[in-house]
């Protein structure tokens, strides 16, 4: 499933990509160290006062592109793992409505698993901005594989490894809760490492 309207809010995405990981970055690292990097990402402003609407996509870009710079990767894997845990709460108390929440915890895991990508593909937007949501079921590498192409997170990276941590989290938080208790998610594929686009597997 792929969103169908990939280019309507180009150049925006929630703000949950900002201010969870400013909370997350506090957990790990202090309030100070977060207010100096996002400093040095010119996002100060988020900071003393935390955004409420759509933002520019290029700030996660420049706040990726700093914490890559400065945090060891271990340490901001498991930042953007918090930081994504905490999107999926949010999600989960503000923006899944409940009765939704209740069928699909009861629905077997393959078919609340497509309710709820469905649901998502409506929402990309939101969270991969410019870039391109799609979704692929009973793959030979996992029951369901989630592919975000030219998303905010590691725009403009090169590494050997995965780097969006942030999603990952956020998907194992929302299907761990809504889909199964077993749910895995795994990169299996960044375009930091020269890929075609980000690939996420889920299994449970």
């Excluded at 990097?37 to 006062?49: I, P, R, V, W």
């Excluded at 990952?168 to 929302?174: D, E, L, P």
Aim: charged letters at 20%.
């Amino acid at each position: 499933m792929t969103d169908p309207h990939p280019s309507a809010h180009a150049g925006r995405i929630g703000p949950n990509a900002i201010i969870r990981m400013g909370e997350a970055l506090d957990a790990a690292c202090g309030r100070a160290t977060t207010e100096t990097l996002f400093g040095e990402a010119g996002l100060a402003e988020c900071l003393a006062t935390l955004p409420t609407a759509m933002v520019d996509e290029a700030w996660v870009t420049q706040l990726h592109t700093t914490l890559r710079a400065h945090l060891a990767p271990d340490l901001l894997a498991r930042i953007g793992r918090d930081a994504g845990r905490r999107t999926g709460d949010y999600l989960l108390a503000h923006r899944i409505p409940r009765p939704a929440q209740r069928v699909l915890r009861v629905t077997p895991a393959p078919l609340a698993a497509r309710i709820l990508v469905k649901a998502i593909g409506q929402h990309a937007w939101t969270f991969t901005g410019s870039g391109a949501f799609s979704a692929e079921f009973g793959s030979a590498e996992a029951p369901l594989l989630l592919t975000i192409a030219d998303g905010p997170v590691c725009q403009g990276a090169h590494t050997d490894h995965p780097v969006c941590d942030f999603y990952a989290g956020t998907f194992a938080r929302i299907f761990s809760e809504l889909v199964s208790a077993r749910t895995s998610v795994e990169e299996i594929r960044c375009q930091a490492q020269g890929a075609p686009a980000c690939v996420f597997a889920l299994r449970w």
